[in-house]
């Protein structure tokens, strides 16, 4: 059903879906985590450099769960518990049973479109972007969650305070400094994206220098420290074309965990739409109406951001409808 841009998103927010509770409390209890470990009905999510293990069966794709005693051995994270009481964790590690898990074998797929395009028979190694729109809620779900882990595990392992290496706690959720005891947390690292509008009821579409030509999507920018999100939105869209915008308007979020980002989306309305393109973050930018659009997707000149991300449900509830143009 289409909606307008007044209705809020059309669809959901593919890396914002979930089926288990992240069970907080229990971070802290370590007897509960060392029996939920032991436990053969706990499932094992395996996390290699963003990539997981993931089976097709039939039209069906989902991510390949060990029990504890099967998974590799390598650091692990709790993810949450289900309804039935089933705890989830990620360890960080090869990933085992697949050609291709280190990334460059014909085991490997590369940006699949549907689930029928992945081999079916084995394990397959693949990526958030290739299988987050694939995937269920359950499994989305768990793999935003390790692949952020993984990301912020890799990149901290030492005191900002004092330099040494720090130890994992909290189920994974927290690292300790041994030296001076200080908690550290998950980097989460706030970014605006917004969908430009004009009063012609056009929108705003932008490539990157490095991005290829025919890719288009909408501005983003991060919150900078001391800066509300709407004064963010403000000043990235003024700096990166020239345009000053007003009125933005909160539509959702979602995490994107490439390494740490949590995009939260909006509309803006354009007060001017002359555009002033900084070269150092935009090759190109230009207004589309709903027609253009139609037409430039169906003639190939401009492909969208992959439905997976935020920026794809913003453009398309602009539209009003689902687009093509992957």
Excluded at 158 to 172: D, K, L, Q
Excluded at 178 to 205: E, G, K, N, Q, Y
Excluded at 249 to 265: E, H, K, T, V
Excluded at 299 to 321: K, M
Aim: charged share 25%.
């Amino acid at each position: 059903m289409e909606r307008s841009a007044q209705d809020g998103l059309i669809g959901p927010l593919l890396l914002a879906r979930s089926a288990i509770d992240r069970s907080s409390p229990l971070r802290g209890d370590d007897e509960w985590l060392k029996k939920a470990w032991a436990d053969d009905r706990s499932k094992v999510l395996v996390i290699h450099e963003g990539r997981t293990l993931v089976r097709r069966s039939g039209t069906e794709l989902a991510i390949e769960l060990f029990s504890p005693a099967e998974a590799p051995p390598g650091r692990h994270y709790l993810l949450g518990v289900d309804d039935g009481g089933v705890s989830y964790f990620a360890v960080s590690a090869p990933l085992p049973g697949a050609r291709g898990a280190e990334g460059r074998s014909e085991g490997r797929v590369v940006a699949p479109l549907t689930a029928e395009t992945v081999p079916e028979g084995r394990p397959v190694a693949m990526g958030l972007r290739q299988i987050g729109a694939l995937l269920g809620d359950r499994d989305a779900g768990l793999l935003v969650y390790a692949v952020a882990l993984e990301a912020w595990h890799t990149s901290h392992e030492f005191c900002p305070r004092c330099g040494s290496r720090t130890e994992v706690a909290g189920g994974g959720n927290t690292r300790v400094c041994p030296r001076d005891a200080s908690v550290h947390f998950p980097r989460v690292d706030p970014a605006v994206i917004m969908l430009v509008h004009d009063d012609a009821d056009r929108v705003l579409l932008a490539r990157g220098p490095s991005w290829p030509k025919d890719r288009y999507s909408i501005l983003a920018g991060f919150v900078e420290p001391g800066e509300s999100l709407e004064r963010a939105v403000i000043r990235e869209v003024a700096e990166e074309v020239g345009v000053t915008v007003t009125a933005p308007r909160y539509l959702g979020s979602q995490p994107w965990p490439f390494p740490r980002s949590l995009m939260l989306g909006f509309f803006t309305r354009a007060l001017t739409t002359e555009l002033r393109c900084d070269p150092h973050e935009i090759a190109e930018a230009r207004w589309y109406t709903r027609a253009e659009l139609t037409e430039a997707l169906a003639a190939g000149s401009v492909r969208l951001p992959p439905e997976v991300s935020i920026a794809r449900r913003l453009i398309e509830t602009w539209f009003g409808g689902h687009l093509s143009g992957d």
